[in-house]
């Protein structure tokens, strides 16, 4: 079976509608973006279907659930820093944000959206998505860790930062994953969905979905340290693909 990661803000909603207009008899796509859609999909016997494709907000490991021997997952990456950028401006924006009101009561800035740790996606969050666990009690570590400090700190979310995450990142990409893109080349993607999916060349075409049609405020130094400060991890792993993707 097939899983696309679908990492916030890296053009997943625009892949999404390129894979979702493919004729049904060549894919089944299923989408999971809430807990609701992962536990109806593990109560039932996907792995007796072909050419079945999971696409949406879930971590790697995901495959534990439905018993799979052999999967085989693909994603997009996106620079760090622009990718939580856009993360904010996207929660400043829609009003059915999660962070919408909190973001215009407290008159949050994209320093202060970032340093209030209000949610994992502003640290180092494709490295967390690329080393989560599905196991018998499904990322309890980080639920624990989370808890921890809330208490102990007074912040939503644990900061990760600890180093062995980006090896392990990388030996499941090296395993499992078919493919690894960027934002910054979409179109390489499309063509590996062609061949993934068994689809005529040019048939894919990846839309423009939630693109921001405003001027974009520059990301000042300041804002730009905060960021890089945050998502360590995310910028050496990025970097170590761009260089793979050579």
Not at 20 to 32: A, E, G, S, T, Y
Not at 90 to 116: G, I, N, Q
Not at 117 to 127: A, L, R, S
Request: glycine residues 4%; proline residues 4%.
């Amino acid at each position: 079976m097939k899983y696309f990661i679908h990492i916030p803000k890296t053009a997943g909603t625009s892949l999404r509608a390129a894979v979702c207009n493919i004729d049904q008899r060549k894919l089944i796509v299923d989408l999971i973006y809430s807990g609701d859609d992962v536990s109806r999909l593990s109560k039932s016997n996907i792995l007796n279907r072909d050419s079945r494709l999971l696409f949406g907000h879930f971590s790697f490991g995901i495959h534990a659930l439905f018993s799979d021997p052999s999967p085989q997952y693909a994603t997009v990456m996106r620079e760090p820093v622009e990718r939580v950028a856009s993360l904010y401006r996207h929660h400043c924006r829609f009003t059915s944000s999660p962070f919408y009101s909190l973001l215009k009561k407290e008159c949050l800035s994209l320093s202060d959206f970032v340093e209030a740790c209000i949610t994992p996606e502003t640290n180092n969050e494709m490295v967390r998505t690329l080393t989560a666990s599905y196991g018998r009690l499904p990322l309890l570590s980080d639920k624990l860790s989370n808890l921890w400090w809330r208490m102990t700190r007074g912040v939503p979310t644990r900061q990760i930062s600890e180093k062995f995450r980006i090896r392990r990142a990388i030996n499941n990409i090296e395993n499992h994953f078919s493919h690894v893109g960027f934002t910054s080349d979409v179109s390489s993607t499309s063509r590996f969905f062609e061949g993934w999916f068994g689809c005529d060349s040019g048939t894919i075409i990846v839309p423009h979905e939630n693109g921001f049609q405003g001027v974009r405020d520059e990301i000042s130094s300041t804002e730009r340290r905060v960021i890089e400060n945050a998502n360590q991890l995310d910028l050496e792993l990025y970097e170590k693909m761009r260089v793979r993707a050579k």
